[in-house]
């Protein structure tokens, strides 16, 4: 059974931290793009940052430029989102997503506030 399952979310204070992971099973994650998305309430799901097979992180939303790194762990099949400096408009649900087989995760909240 092909799954996605985030974690890392939570409540953090602006100009914080958190890292979110996304652990795969069932498919071997390595062999896909993957990519992470967030969708804030009224707004449409936007692509935040993309990871190739080969983990080199790329397209980058401009809004997150310099402050989220996108990696993975292929022996541990996973792929992850540092944020840094994090704001108040970052809050979001904050999904994986892999291109090759189409699968989502669940979401994971994030808020950003003080």
């Known amino acids: 059974q092909v799954q996605l399952v985030e974690s890392g979310g939570g409540l953090v204070q602006p100009g914080g931290s958190l890292r979110l992971s996304c652990s795969a099973s069932?498919?071997?994650?390595?062999?896909?793009?993957g990519s992470w998305y967030r969708q804030a309430p009224g707004k449409e799901r936007e692509m935040v940052a993309a990871?190739?097979?080969?983990?080199?992180?790329?397209d980058y939303a401009d809004s997150v430029k310099g402050r989220f790194t996108a990696s993975r762990d292929n022996a541990r099949n996973t792929i992850s989102l540092q944020m840094n400096s994090l704001r108040p408009e970052d809050t979001a649900v904050y999904y994986c997503?892999?291109?090759?087989?189409?699968?989502w995760g669940q979401g994971t909240q994030v808020t950003v506030s003080s």
């Open positions: 069932g498919f071997t994650f390595s062999r896909y793009y």
């Open positions: 997503h892999e291109h090759g087989l189409g699968s």
């Open positions: 990871i190739t097979p080969a983990g080199v992180a790329t």
